[in-house]
């Protein structure tokens, strides 16, 4: 009996993600991440203190490799400081997560990240009302604020965005209030909501101003009309509106639950809403609150780049969300529509399609081993996976008549295709049509914990690993582990792209010795 040397069994909660990693990152690796910081002068001098390395150690303690953290990280810094996210925080957060909340934020802070947050502070309006002898009503769902209750609210929101602000200092954080001037509205319905207004212009300038000068933005939701008239405008609109201004790579609503959940209460892991958004919507369980989040994120994510996602997610677990491939709330995207090929004549762009299997593996013959492995193709029965821009492409073979299983050709994914969780939306697709898989990925892959992650289990040889799913313990796993620990990937013979080019390597490799050993062996000949 051959020993799986390692064996990971995934709990799943969605189609895209995975129970946290088992391997942790040794906070060692603290000295060589590439944190960036702020051009402001006071970033550098304070980038070695304590509340800098405790926030490192504490993201690196909730990922599951070095990888993910550097790969996030340049993601996040590649766009402008004020795309990086705007971040939506409800006032039940402000009083019963202040701590996690502001922890969460310091950590972004210390590697570079300002977020833009905005925030409110309903449920302590609502006490505040009670309080003082004023029963809250809504009309549709919306506030409806009389001068008094506009009083109390404003009153309130001050005082809430100065309590986060000073926390967020405590923790060493610089934070700039920012109460006033930011968002323009009309009236809402006079008539029927008061004073409730509808954003018409977002001034981005008190925002960049506080980002360049090294603080967080905190803002309230709170909006003025041209005339200096304060109107209430709910903080989920409000951070729709500065999304839809800034376009952030990142739309986070915070939320007590931590994401959104299922018919069968479990949590949502991932929404791909060119996937999946009739369908999701078409079940029973989504309706009140999940449907009308849903259709509200569709509708803004609708106006932004396909880069921009949203994630409804607990404070606590806002590094996990950022930061891991796994994640931790419901991640929700436009994502790509994913596309499928039965023969090599389905490919409108057979030149792109040769130039997707190369990418990444431009060794000795790449392209001539790429056109027999095509014409190969012709005689076998497969399915091909890919979005429309081909960011990720995997090729499945159907079961040879002694086996049960299915062999993942190839799988070839740009760093974009991790990112935007392209990779994921294929896996999921290929999971619902085949049953069990194998498949094999050389040792030092840098994405090898996400492959662990979709693997009922693994075995290593050498420098390549062997992972599968659905295939259950007895004869046929035992001659599967059999083969593998005889002759690695080989063993798949001619249906893996990846051995073709390893063997294409070598022969070209060996063809190129033997040219210089006989040139060698010529030239001492003629001397």
């Not at 949590?267 to 078409?282: H, P, T, V």
């Amino acid at each position: 009996m051959f020993s799986v040397r390692a064996v990971r069994v995934a709990v799943r909660a969605g189609s895209r993600r995975v129970s946290p990693r088992v391997a942790r990152v040794s906070p060692a690796i603290a000295t060589t991440l590439p944190l960036r910081t702020s051009r402001a002068a006071y970033s550098s001098a304070r980038s070695n203190d304590s509340t800098t390395r405790a926030a490192v150690i504490q993201v690196l303690n909730n990922v599951g490799s070095k990888r993910e953290v550097q790969q996030y990280l340049s993601h996040f810094s590649s766009v402008s400081q004020q795309q990086f996210a705007v971040i939506k925080v409800g006032g039940a957060i402000l009083t019963d997560y202040l701590d996690e909340l502001c922890s969460s934020l310091a950590f972004l802070y210390h590697v570079g990240l300002f977020p833009i947050i905005v925030h409110g502070a309903g449920p302590q309006l609502n006490k505040l009302l009670e309080e003082a002898g004023v029963e809250p009503e809504f009309e549709e769902g919306i506030r409806i604020t009389d001068g008094k209750t506009l009083g109390i609210a404003r009153r309130l929101f001050l005082a809430e965005n100065l309590k986060l602000v000073q926390r967020l200092e405590e923790m060493g954080v610089r934070a700039r209030p920012i109460t006033s001037s930011v968002f323009t509205a009309d009236y809402l319905d006079k008539e029927k909501w008061k004073f409730v207004g509808k954003i018409t212009e977002v001034n981005k300038e008190p925002i960049q101003t506080a980002i360049e000068n090294g603080y967080l933005p905190i803002l309230t939701s709170m909006a003025e009309t041209k005339e200096g008239q304060v109107l209430n405008v709910n903080a989920d609109v409000a951070a729709g509106e500065l999304a839809r201004e800034f376009e952030p790579l990142k739309v986070v609503y915070l939320s007590e639950k931590g994401g959104l959940f299922d018919g069968n209460a479990q949590k949502i892991s991932a929404i791909n809403l060119d996937e999946e958004y009739e369908n999701i919507m078409s079940q029973p369980w989504c309706k009140y609150g999940t449907r009308l989040k849903i259709r509200e994120i569709k509708e803004l994510l609708d106006t932004l780049p396909r880069s921009s996602s949203v994630a409804i997610i607990h404070p606590g677990d806002l590094q996990k969300e950022l930061f891991t491939d796994s994640g931790a709330g419901t991640l929700i995207r436009r994502g790509d529509k994913l596309m499928t090929a039965e023969s090599v004549a389905d490919f409108s762009d057979l030149a792109k399609l040769k130039d997707v299997l190369v990418r990444d593996r431009e060794v000795r013959d790449a392209r001539a081993t790429v056109d027999r492995y095509l014409d190969f193709l012709q005689g076998r029965k497969f399915k091909a996976y890919f979005d429309e821009p081909m960011k990720a492409l995997a090729v499945v073979l159907d079961p040879a008549p002694d086996q049960s299983y299915s062999t993942l050709a190839t799988l070839t994914i740009t760093k974009s295709g991790w990112l935007t969780n392209v990779a994921d939306n294929i896996f999921a697709a290929i999971k619902k049509e085949y049953p069990s898989l194998v498949w094999t990925v050389k040792a030092d892959d840098e994405n090898l914990t996400w492959f662990f992650d979709k693997a009922d289990g693994s075995i290593v040889r050498g420098n390549d690993v062997m992972f599968w799913y659905g295939i259950e313990p007895g004869e046929e796993l035992n001659n599967l582990m059999r083969e593998f620990t005889l002759h690695g990937r080989a063993m798949l013979g001619d249906s893996n792209l990846e051995s073709r080019l390893h063997r294409a390597a070598q022969i070209a490799s060996e063809n190129l010795r033997a040219h210089f050993a006989s040139g060698s062996v010529a030239n001492q000949a003629r001397g």
